[in-house]
């Protein structure tokens, strides 16, 4: 082989390798967005459950378990559907459109 052959097989693999990583890049973004999708459903349902059967009926079955009053009980099920929402913001939104843009930006 001579050296435009190589030259010519070289660039190919690194256009086929582009492909890849592109296609890796948005795989993996979509992955992250469907998982942030069903972290918002999971806390949509938790949300829905805790108005639904409302706070009495929640603080006879968890809170006294716990040993928790009402309000800590109302309290503490507020800080864990914001630290839900924001953990699965940070770790899964963000990472997820980002890794979807640099994909998209990539040419095939």
Known sequence: MDLTELEIEA?????????????KLIMLGNALLVAWLVS????????????????????????????????????????????WKMVAGLLLLCPGIGLRVCGEAMKP
């Open 40 to 83: 918002v459903v999971l806390a949509t349902i938790w949300y829905l459950a805790y108005v639904r059967t409302g706070s009495s009926s929640l603080n006879t079955m968890v809170a006294q378990q716990f040993g928790l009053t009402a309000l800590q009980f109302q309290k503490l099920n507020g800080i864990g559907i914001t630290i």
């Open 11 to 23: 660039k190919l693999q690194v256009k086929i390798e582009r492909t890849l990583l592109r296609t």
